[in-house]
C-alpha cells in the first residue's frame, strides 16, 4: 500500500542494537494501512527498502521510524523515481533451510571452512546464534555491526540467498523467521574489504555510460579472465587524450567481469614526507593482492605518468625511488593470478620505459579520438532517456564533430538539454499546454551546442584557428577551378563510400598558386566550411624560432595535432616563406631546409613515434608482405577517413618551392587560380553589393568591364571605398550611385598589370620550367 505525506527516518543508533528489526509505526498510519502488532512487512522508501516488524507508536503526525537491520538491494534508477512510502505485508513463516554468504572482518581466520569441518561448524554455530530470532527474505542483507554477539565474532554481514520452510522455497513476497532449528548452510566467506570494493563498482557503473569502445571492452575482459587458465597475469597500458574514456572502459569492464576495482589516481599515492610514497604504493598492491585472492580484482591506476616519470640526469631522488618501487611492484605481482594492473595515462611519452616491457605491461592499448561511427554510438547513448526531436539526425551531427571525445560529447548533449529546457520555460509563460515538439531537444539545439562548445583536445592548439564561414556562393567566377577544389579536397571528405567503391585513394596534398588576391585562402575557406572538418593554419611567425630544433618541433607537433583531431585540414599560407626551395650551394643546414625535411617525412608518415598515433593498426602476414588490419578488420575507408590529415598551400610564388615538395604523393593536385574574367568580376560586383543599397543607374556589367586587372580583392576594395564615398557627400545617404563607384576605381588601382596575358604568360613559364606541367 502506497503512503504520501509520511515521514520516514531511521531508528537512533543507540537504540538499533536492541530493538531487533522493530519498525515504529504511528497509529494513523497502522490504522490506514491495516497493520497489526509484530506483523512482518517490507517498507520501500525513497532511500531504502527494509524488513521489519510493525510496533505502535503513540505519536500524533504520520511517521515510520524503522530499523535498518535487514535491508534489500534496489535499483538507484527505481529509487530514485520513488516519492511515496510502500508498505507490503509479508508471509511469515519459520525457517527450516538457509542458505548465506558471510562478509567477515578477518578472511584469514576462515578461510580453510570449506577444507575443515570443525571450522565450518564452528562457523555455522556463531552465524545461527547471531541470525536468531531475525525475519528475512532471499536476497535481503543482514547488517551485524550493531551485534555484540557479530563484532566478538568478526562477522559484519550476511547476505542471504536462499530460504526454505517446511512446505518449500520461499519466493520475494515471503519471509521466515530463523530459529534454533534453522539449518544454516553457508555458501561462501568474503572479507568486507573485497565486499567493499565489489560494491562500489557495482554502484558506480549507475552513473557511468560508455559506448563505442567494443573492441576495447574485449580486449580487456579477455585479459582478466586469461589468468584463471594461465600461470600469470598480465599489465596493460592504456594511452590517448583526455575525455576518452579510459577510466570508464575500466569501470565497466569491473562491472562486466563482476570483479573488484580498487582504482587510484596517481597523484593520491604522491607524499612529502620521505619514504611514504612508497609505503603507500606497497599498501596498495598489498590490497590488490589481497582481494584477488577472493575475487578477480582490477588495480586501476590513473595518471601513471605522475608516478613512473622518466629517470633521468634531472629527475629528482624522490622520483626515481618511487619508479624503482613501481617497477618493484609490478614484478612482484606478475605471478598472482586474477589481478590485472591497469594503468592509464594521456603522456606515455613521459612514462619510464623499463615500465613498459613485457613482464609489467604486457598489453597497449590505444584509446583514439572517436571516429564518426563511434560518435554516433555515444550521443545514442547519451539522448537515450532524453525526448527526442523527430527532425533530430545523429548522422549528421557524428559527421560535423571530428576532434571531440565522448567527454565533449557528453557536454554538447547537457547543454543541448539547457537550451531545450530554457525554450520549455519561455513557451510555459505563453501557453499552459505544451506540445511534445517543445519539450524535445531538436537538431537546432544539439547544432547550436555544438557551436558553443569547442573540442577539449582543441583548446591550448595555436594551429587550430575558427574557419570564417565561407560558402561556395560568396566566390565570384572560378567555376573551373570550384571544381577540382571540390574534386582534391571536398569529395575525398564528404564521399569516402564512392571513392571506395572506384578504388581511388584520398588525395595527400593540395598546392593552390597564382596571383595575389585572386581567391586562394577564400576558396580553402569554402571548401573546410562544407568539409565540417577540423581547421588548423600554420604561418612563418608560428613556426620560426631562434632556438635550434624548435621550428621542426613545432612542425611535427602540429602533425601530431592534426592526426589528433583527423579528419582535419593543415593550410599553409604563403607556404614559399616557410619552406623555400633548397639551394645547391649550401650545406642544407639552414633553418628552412630543415623545416622543408621535416615537413617532407610528416607529410610521407616517417618518423611517426609509437606514442603520437592515433590508431591502432597493427601487422598481420599476409603471403609474402604484410597488410594493416585495426583490432583484427580490414581497415575500412570511412576509418581512413577519419584519420586523414590533407594539407592545403597557397603561394604566388611556386617557383620558390623546392621540387621535392611538389611531386605526386605529397603535393597530388596543383591547381592554378587565375585573376577573375569579365563574369568573374561581374559575379564579384554582384556579391560584394548584395547587401549595399544601389541605384538604379549603377551599371555592374560597365564597371566589370572597365576593371581589367582588378582581382576579388581589389573588386571588394572598390565597392567599400564606394560606400565611404557615398557617406562623405551626406552621412543621410540611401544609397550608392555609380559616380561613387567611378571615383572609387580612381583611388582603388589594380594589383595586376592591365594585360591578363602577361599574367598568364608568366604563370605559363613557371609551369613549365618548375611545376613540369
Request: aromatic share 4%.
Amino acid at each position: 500500500m502506497a503512503l504520501g505525506n509520511v515521514s520516514v527516518s531511521e531508528i537512533p543508533e543507540e537504540d538499533r542494537g536492541c530493538t531487533h528489526q522493530i519498525c515504529r509505526v504511528s497509529l494513523n498510519v497502522a490504522e490506514h494501512s491495516h497493520l497489526s502488532l509484530g506483523q512482518c512487512v517490507r517498507i520501500k522508501t525513497p532511500q531504502k527498502t527494509v524488513i521489519c516488524r510493525v510496533f505502535p507508536w503513540k505519536v500524533s503526525n504520520a511517521c515510520i521510524q524503522y530499523d535498518t537491520c535487514v535491508t534489500e538491494p534496489c535499483d538507484l534508477a527505481e529509487q530514485s523515481g520513488q516519492q511515496k512510502v510502500d508498505i507490503h505485508p509479508l508471509d511469515c513463516r519459520d525457517g527450516k533451510e538457509i542458505s548465506v554468504k558471510l562478509v567477515v572482518k578477518d578472511i584469514c581466520q576462515y578461510k580453510n571452512f570449506q577444507s575443515l569441518s570443525h571450522v565450518q561448524t564452528e562457523l555455522v554455530q556463531k552465524s545461527l546464534r547471531c541470525l536468531h530470532g531475525i525475519y528475512v527474505s532471499p536476497g535481503c542483507i543482514v547488517d551485524l555491526t550493531f551485534s555484540k554477539l557479530a563484532k566478538l565474532y568478526g562477522l559484519h554481514l550476511c547476505l542471504v540467498q536462499e530460504c526454505y520452510s517446511e512446505s518449500g522455497q520461499i519466493d520475494s513476497c515471503s519471509a521466515i523467521r530463523v530459529t534454533q532449528k534453522t539449518a544454516v548452510r553457508i555458501s561462501g566467506v568474503q572479507s568486507w574489504e573485497c565486499y567493499e570494493l565489489l560494491k562500489q563498482t557495482a554502484s558506480g557503473m549507475k552513473e557511468v555510460i560508455v559506448s563505442g569502445l567494443q573492441q576495447e571492452r574485449e580486449q580487456l575482459t579477455d585479459l582478466l579472465k586469461l589468468p584463471k587458465h594461465l600461470s600469470c597475469s598480465q599489465g596493460v597500458l592504456l594511452r590517448g587524450p583526455p575525455g576518452c574514456g579510459k577510466t570508464s572502459l575500466v569501470q565497466q569492464v569491473a562491472f562486466d567481469c563482476k570483479a573488484a576495482l580498487l582504482a587510484v589516481n596517481g597523484a593520491e599515492v604522491l607524499s612529502s614526507n620521505p619514504g611514504e610514497s612508497e609505503s603507500n604504493l606497497a599498501a596498495l598492491f598489498d590490497k590488490a593482492v589481497r582481494v584477488s585472492r577472493e575475487a578477480p580484482c582490477i588495480l586501476f591506476i590513473d595518471e601513471a605518468d605522475s608516478i613512473c616519470p622518466k629517470r633521468g640526469k634531472s629527475s629528482s631522488t624522490n622520483i626515481s625511488r618511487l619508479t624503482t618501487a613501481l617497477l618493484t611492484q609490478l614484478d612482484k605481482v606478475a605471478k598472482v593470478c586474477g589481478l590485472l594492473v591497469v594503468m592509464a595515462t594521456n603522456r606515455p611519452s613521459a612514462l619510464d620505459p623499463d615500465i613498459r616491457r613485457p613482464g609489467r605491461l604486457d598489453k597497449e592499448i590505444l584509446m583514439s579520438v572517436p571516429t564518426t561511427s563511434q560518435r554516433r554510438e555515444i550521443f545514442s547513448l547519451h539522448l537515450r532517456r532524453l525526448p527526442l526531436a523527430a527532425d533530430l539526425d545523429l548522422d549528421k551531427l557524428s559527421f560535423v564533430t571530428p576532434g571531440y571525445v565522448g567527454a565533449d560529447i557528453e557536454a554538447v548533449c547537457i547543454e543541448a538539454q539547457r537550451k531545450a529546457f530554457h525554450r520549455t520555460l519561455s513557451y510555459a509563460k505563453t501557453s499552459p499546454v505544451l506540445s511534445t515538439q517543445e519539450n524535445s531537444v531538436t537538431q537546432a539545439d544539439m547544432e547550436a551546442a555544438i557551436l558553443s562548445f569547442r573540442p577539449s583536445m582543441q583548446r591550448g592548439v595555436d594551429s587550430v584557428v575558427d574557419v570564417r564561414k565561407v560558402l561556395w556562393s560568396d566566390i565570384g567566377g572560378l567555376d573551373n577551378i570550384k571544381l577540382q577544389i571540390q574534386q582534391a579536397i571536398e569529395w575525398p571528405m564528404l564521399y569516402p563510400e564512392t571513392f571506395q567503391a572506384l578504388g581511388l585513394p584520398l588525395t595527400k596534398g593540395v598546392l593552390l598558386y597564382g596571383p595575389p588576391g585572386c581567391g586562394k585562402t577564400t576558396l580553402v575557406q569554402a571548401a573546410a566550411t562544407a568539409c565540417h572538418v577540423t581547421f588548423l593554419s600554420l604561418s612563418c611567425a608560428q613556426l620560426y624560432s631562434p632556438y635550434v630544433g624548435d621550428s621542426e618541433k613545432k612542425v611535427s607537433e602540429t602533425f601530431q595535432k592534426a592526426r589528433a583531431l583527423a579528419p582535419s585540414i593543415l593550410f599553409l599560407d604563403e607556404v614559399d616563406s616557410i619552406v623555400g626551395k633548397r639551394s645547391e650551394s649550401t650545406s642544407g643546414s639552414g633553418v628552412s631546409e630543415r623545416v622543408l625535411s621535416a615537413l617532407l617525412n610528416e607529410m610521407d608518415g616517417i618518423g611517426i613515434r609509437l606514442d603520437d598515433k592515433t590508431d591502432s593498426r597493427e601487422m598481420e602476414a599476409a603471403g609474402d608482405g604484410f597488410k594493416y588490419q585495426t583490432e583484427h578488420r580490414r581497415t575500412t575507408i570511412q576509418e581512413a577517413h577519419d584519420r586523414h590529415v590533407l594539407v592545403v598551400a597557397a603561394t604566388n610564388r611556386p617557383d620558390m618551392l623546392d621540387a621535392a615538395l611538389l611531386r605526386p604523393g605529397r603535393m597530388d593536385r596543383l591547381i592554378y587560380v587565375p585573376p577573375p574574367d569579365a563574369q568573374g568580376r561581374l559575379q564579384s560586383f554582384r556579391i560584394h553589393t548584395r547587401k549595399m543599397p544601389l541605384a538604379e543607374d549603377v551599371d555592374l556589367c560597365l564597371l566589370a568591364e572597365q576593371t581589367l586587372g582588378y582581382t576579388g580583392a581589389d573588386i571588394r576594395g572598390v565597392c567599400k571605398e564606394a560606400g565611404l564615398l557615398a557617406l562623405r557627400e551626406s552621412m543621410a545617404a540611401e544609397c550608392v550611385h555609380q559616380a561613387h563607384f567611378v571615383a572609387a576605381l580612381k583611388d582603388c588601382k589594380p594589383s595586376l598589370p592591365s594585360d591578363p596575358s602577361q599574367v598568364e604568360a608568366l604563370y605559363k613559364r613557371i609551369q613549365k620550367s618548375c611545376l613540369k606541367k
